[in-house]
T-cell receptor, first 114, second 115 residues
Framework: ETGVTQTPRHLVMGMTNKKSLKCEQHLGHNAMYWYKQSAKKPLELMFVYNFKEQTENNSVPSRFSPECPNSSHLFLHLHTLQPEDSALYLCASTSGVEYTDTQYFGPGTRLTVL | DQQVKQNSPSLSVQEGRISILNCDYT??????FLWYKKYPAEGPTFLISISSIKDKNEDGRFTVFLNKSAKHLSLHIVPSQPGDSAVYFC??????????????FGKGTKLTVNP
C-alpha cells in the first residue's frame, strides 16, 4: 500500500464505548497529524506528532487520546464521546513539521456517536 | 473566531469557463497559503500554494493570487473541467512565538462544473 491509510473508514459507537482509530503512512514521513472535519465547520487541527513526540495539542478534550508508537503509525483512542464528536477524522503526514511541507491526507474515518 | 473564511459555500460554473474561488483571512501573521481539493470519501489533496512574498503562483490550469493588503486570496481554474468538481479548502499557515506553527483551514467551497 502507498500513501496514508486509515481504518476503520466508518465507525458508529455509543457514548460509553471505547474505540480506536488507526492511521498508517507509507511515505517515510516524520510528522503525523489528526484533524477533525465537522459539518459546516473548518477543518480543525487536533494533534501533531514529530518523530513520535507530541508537539501540539490544540485544546482537545481528554476523551480523545492520541498515541504514536513509531513514525509510521498514529492512533486516536476514543472514550466516553459525545454526540457532537461525530465528524470526519482525518490523518495526515509530512516529511517535517513545517506547514510549507505538503500534507498528505488519509481518506478519513467517518465517526458517528449515538 | 474564524481566521480563514471562505464565504461562498458553493459555486457552479460551465465547463470551459473560469472558476474563481475566494478566501479571506484575518490574521496578519499568516505567511503561507495553500489550496486543497477534496473529493467525496477521500482526504484533501494538495493543489497549489503561495508564499506571502509573492502575489501570484501558477501551475497549469490553476493560479493562486494573493492580495496581502486586502488579506484576500483567490484560486482561478481555467478552463474548468467536470473533473474539477470537488470541495476546495483554503488554508493559511503562521509561525507563532516559540516557533510553533499553525495551519488553519477555511470551511470549504463546493465547486460544480457542469458539462
Amino acid at each position: 500500500e502507498t500513501g496514508v491509510t486509515q481504518t476503520p473508514r466508518h465507525l458508529v459507537m455509543g457514548m460509553t464505548n471505547k474505540k480506536s482509530l488507526k492511521c498508517e503512512q507509507h511515505l517515510g514521513h516524520n510528522a503525523m497529524y489528526w484533524y477533525k472535519q465537522s459539518a459546516k465547520k473548518p477543518l480543525e487541527l487536533m494533534f501533531v506528532y514529530n518523530f513520535k513526540e507530541q508537539t501540539e495539542n490544540n485544546s482537545v478534550p481528554s476523551r480523545f487520546s492520541p498515541e504514536c508508537p513509531n513514525s509510521s503509525h498514529l492512533f486516536l483512542h476514543l472514550h466516553t464521546l459525545q454526540p457532537e464528536d461525530s465528524a470526519l477524522y482525518l490523518c495526515a503526514s509530512t516529511s517535517g513539521v513545517e506547514y510549507t511541507d505538503t500534507q498528505y491526507f488519509g481518506p478519513g474515518t467517518r465517526l458517528t456517536v449515538l | 473566531d474564524q481566521q480563514v473564511k471562505q464565504n461562498s459555500p458553493s459555486l457552479s460554473v460551465q465547463e470551459g469557463r473560469i472558476s474563481i474561488l475566494n478566501c479571506d483571512y484575518t490574521n496578519s501573521m499568516f505567511d503561507y497559503f495553500l489550496w486543497y481539493k477534496k473529493y467525496p470519501a477521500e482526504g484533501p489533496t494538495f493543489l497549489i500554494s503561495i508564499s506571502s512574498i509573492k502575489d501570484k503562483n501558477e501551475d497549469g490550469r490553476f493560479t493562486v493570487f494573493l492580495n496581502k493588503s486586502a488579506k484576500h486570496l483567490s484560486l482561478h481554474i481555467v478552463p474548468s473541467q467536470p473533473g474539477d468538481s470537488a470541495v476546495y479548502f483554503c488554508a493559511a499557515s503562521a509561525v507563532y512565538q516559540g516557533g510553533s506553527e499553525k495551519l488553519v483551514f477555511g470551511k470549504g467551497t463546493k465547486l460544480t462544473v457542469n458539462p
